[in-house]
């Protein structure tokens, strides 16, 4: 489980430069494979996935009203809110990060088109405007 931890850590610091360079348009138009699954916008409501507005701040695990994976709601009890950085590196690999997780997508095989889709998830406030800056 250390080793995982370590490891885990690193990809975090990793991406955490790659992701300031995520280009939030380039990300609107990679998220649209996000769709099949999940909803954001206003009046958005839970599909497979949960809405995924104000996801940039959140609790992992915790949307009302949706029913995640025990493993998920682990998961958000060790870490108290989804930062960019922890993002990017879950799109990347959803089943990676969160063993047990009922993503079934595979994850961007190129980080940068998960870190463009966190800088586009970071304009998608929690009542569903969009606008600049994070969620929070």
Request: aromatic letters at 10%; proline letters at 7%; glycine letters at 14%.
């Amino acid at each position: 489980m250390k080793v995982f931890a370590l490891a885990f850590a690193l990809g975090l610091a990793a991406s955490g430069a790659a992701w300031a360079a995520g280009d939030a348009a380039a990300g609107a138009d990679t998220a649209r494979v996000c769709k099949a699954c999940h909803n954001w916008g206003p009046g958005a409501t839970n599909k497979i996935g949960p809405v995924l507005n104000g996801v940039v701040g959140r609790q992992p695990g915790t949307y009302p009203g949706f029913s995640y994976s025990n493993a998920m709601i682990e998961f958000g009890k060790q870490n108290p809110a989804w930062t960019p950085e922890l993002l990017a590196t879950y799109l990347h690999g959803p089943r990676t990060v969160v063993p047990g997780t009922k993503m079934t997508f595979a994850g961007f095989p190129d980080q940068t088109d998960a870190d463009n889709v966190v800088a586009f998830l970071q304009t998608l406030k929690a009542d569903g405007s969009t606008g600049g800056g994070t969620s929070q």
